[in-house]
């Protein structure tokens, strides 16, 4: 076999490898998303709708539907992957979230998720707990955590 075409093979070979377990972008090369939501793997949702995620972190339900606890977690207000999210999923700015939180923490009702400070500590949180969702940055390696897909 000529050597140009177990170059173009093994190529082949690589990109799809790289494709198939998420160290490539997809092909046309398209860059990561702003931010991915994950859970513990011990989880069967794959798709989960805006509202829950929204009630989810501004803990307006605490269960899953098969009643196990909700535990989110967010990361620090100056992140790109927390405006990103905040924006898109909670259709409110971080200030806005932050003054929800104030306003709940001065009144008695609750308080806010953990905010972590990096994609590999929301990572080893949600590995950790079965109840637990996060999002990372798009380019995060996600350990042992799945990727939901976000239904606006």
Request: aromatic fraction near 8%.
């Amino acid at each position: 076999m000529p050597a140009h075409v177990r170059r173009n093979r093994l190529r082949l070979l690589a990109l799809c490898g790289l494709c198939l377990f998420g160290g490539a972008p997809a092909f046309g090369g398209d860059p990561p998303p702003d931010f991915r939501v994950i859970v513990n793997a011990s989880r069967s949702e794959v798709l989960l709708t805006r509202e829950f995620l929204t009630d989810a972190f501004l803990k307006n339900i605490t269960r899953w539907p098969d009643d196990q606890p909700l535990q989110p977690v967010d990361q620090k207000g100056d992140t790109h992957a927390r405006r990103k999210f905040s924006e898109t999923v909670l259709k409110r700015s971080v200030q806005a979230v932050k003054t929800h939180w104030q306003q709940r923490i001065f009144s008695g009702r609750g308080v806010p998720p953990p905010e972590l400070d990096s994609d590999e500590a929301v990572v080893r949180y949600v590995e950790a707990r079965p109840g637990a969702v996060g999002y990372v940055s798009g380019s995060a390696a996600l350990g042992k955590t799945r990727v939901v897909a976000v239904k606006h």
